[in-house]
């Protein structure tokens, strides 16, 4: 255990020794993550945190075949179109849905998908076949059925999904809700009808003479626009978006990564200088110097995640004039993550310096790995954008690190699977390098 910790020490020192190094682990990830997070705050506009939300790319798409209501015909799927698209899109319009969304109405539901799919929209509402049947109420069909509405969003513009998924729900449950008054209203009349003979003639002449005709145009007719939509400065306790939790978290993890590899990549260094041969000649076995060289990498990582913990703390905390913990208050979850990233990270190094055969080979090789990793995990975009990327995403220790840290700036402890993956992935990688290297060393 000494011997580890010799050779752990030993790295420790070379590293924080050499000002080019802690330029790159420390000042370079901090001065981006800064500049990022500045341009996407309100820091230099002045602009405050209010972030207005209006001609959101919406489209339509109304299968409805109508429902049947005495001698006429109604179809409530068209009000979505009536109330979300304009008829005239260049002309003025003081109504509110028409500000909050850009909708267009289409007649394909696979078009709109693919719209949504492309970016080009941020949602669909897709009406049913059977939605004016399902929900009308008449004397014919005096049942209400329960119906489905798709609402098809795309991952990638959270917000603007949620607000399209409302809108729909807002619709349907007031298209809903009046014919359920309409049948509230009428059906106490048949039935008082039935069991009141004497009411039943009045209450048939009535409707014969054209007497009894109750409005209910009000639950129905989009001219009466049902929804309403006002903007509001929130007071109290505000929940604000700071950048540099995404930003600082995804390059925090990027540029560990390639201090990882430095670290590990040292003993191809070292192997070139005969270094490496002279320690192995000695009574050590090769298990404790690659456990040495984790040892020392692993310390690295941790101790570089921790320092720009604290400064992407403090220059979040000057971006949003309030002080702010970057990752939450959560400090012995912080602090597992922290380790498990860094083992992650550790592994990889090792594996990567035992596929490279010399150190040229190994940096060439590892940063490779690590921009392709840093692509995936999400340190220069988010991945949602593109869809097809997603999965391949869940591979890489970047996302769960960075989907670890995103979680606890949220208040969210629910970080086991991450840490499970993290440690599996760190463990994995540094026994395959192990096997790996020893192999060679033994060739």
Sequence with gaps: MRKIWAIAYKELYTTFTDRNLILIMIATPLVLATIIGTAFSGFLGGGGSDVPIRDIPLAVVNLDAGAAIGDGRVNHGQTFGDLLAP????????????????????????????????????????????????????QDRREIQPTAIEVYASSASPVSASIIRSLAEGIGYQIATGNIAVAATIEPLVARAQSDPIFGLQFGAASAAGEFNPDFGAAFDPAYSPLQIEQQTVTGEAASFNPLVSFGSALTIFFMTFTAL???????????AWTLQRLLSSPTPRTTILLGKMVGTFVTCVVQVLLLFVALTLVGSVISGEFQIIWGTNFPAILLVILAVSAAASGRGILVTALGRTPEKGNMIGG????????????????????????????????????????????????????????????????????????????
């Design 87 to 138: 008829a005239n899109p260049d002309a003025p319009s003081d109504d509110a849905l028409h500000e909050l969304t850009n909708a267009v109405e289409l007649n394909d539901p696979a078009t709109a998908r693919a719209g949504v799919d492309s970016g080009q929209f941020a949602g669909a509402i897709i009406i049913p076949l059977d939605f004016s049947r399902s929900v009308t109420y008449s």
């Design 368 to 443: 490779l790995i690590s921009i392709v990793m840093g692509v995936l995990g999400g340190a220069f975009f988010s991945i949602d954008a593109i869809p097809a990327l997603i999965p391949i995403s869940r591979l890489t220790p970047n996302y769960w690190g960075l989907n670890a840290f995103t979680k606890l700036s949220q208040n969210q402890s629910d970080i086991g699977l991450n840490l499970l993956v993290l440690i599996a992935i760190g463990a994995v990688m540094f026994l395959i390098g192990m096997f790996i290297f020893n192999r060679r060393l033994e060739a």
């Design 262 to 272: 430095g670290g590990a990549n040292s003993l191809l260094e070292e192997k070139r």
